[in-house]
Nanobody, 118 residues
Framework: EVQLVESGGGMVQPGGSLRLSCAAS????????MSWVRQAPGKGPEWVSV???????YYADSVKGRFTISRDNAKNMLYLQMNKLKPEDTALYYC????????????WGQGTQVTVSS
């Protein structure tokens, strides 16, 4: 059974930092591109970043230069280091497995809440 479990969310002041983690199990983690996706209250899901199996990484323009995605295939872990956080980064952050050879995600975690507020 595929499982993705996020952690590391919380409340932080603007300008602060958080590091999200995603523990993956039930599949060959190193064989899949993995993404972070977020959903703010009242809005649809927004793709944030992807770490591909060829080690290429991509970011949404809204987080470029502030967020860094990484992964540890030996530990089946995906991470998102978030710096210089802004109130508009407030959202539920999900770890998601990319569908091989296609756009989209087939498995999501339960999410971890990030709230940026003074």
């Amino acid at each position: 059974e595929v499982q993705l479990v996020e952690s590391g969310g919380g409340m932080v002041q603007p300008g602060g930092s958080l590091r999200l983690s995603c523990a993956a199990s039930g599949f060959t983690f190193s064989s899949y591109d993995m993404s972070w996706v977020r959903q703010a209250p009242g809005k649809g899901p927004e793709w944030v970043s992807v770490f591909n199996i060829d080690s290429s990484t991509y970011y949404a323009d809204s987080v470029k230069g502030r967020f860094t995605i990484s992964r540890d295939n030996a530990k089946n872990m995906l991470y998102l280091q978030m710096n210089k956080l802004k109130p508009e980064d407030t959202a539920l952050y999900y770890c998601a497995r990319e569908i091989t050879g296609s756009d989209g995600n087939d498995y999501w975690g339960q999410g971890t809440q990030v709230t940026v507020s003074s």
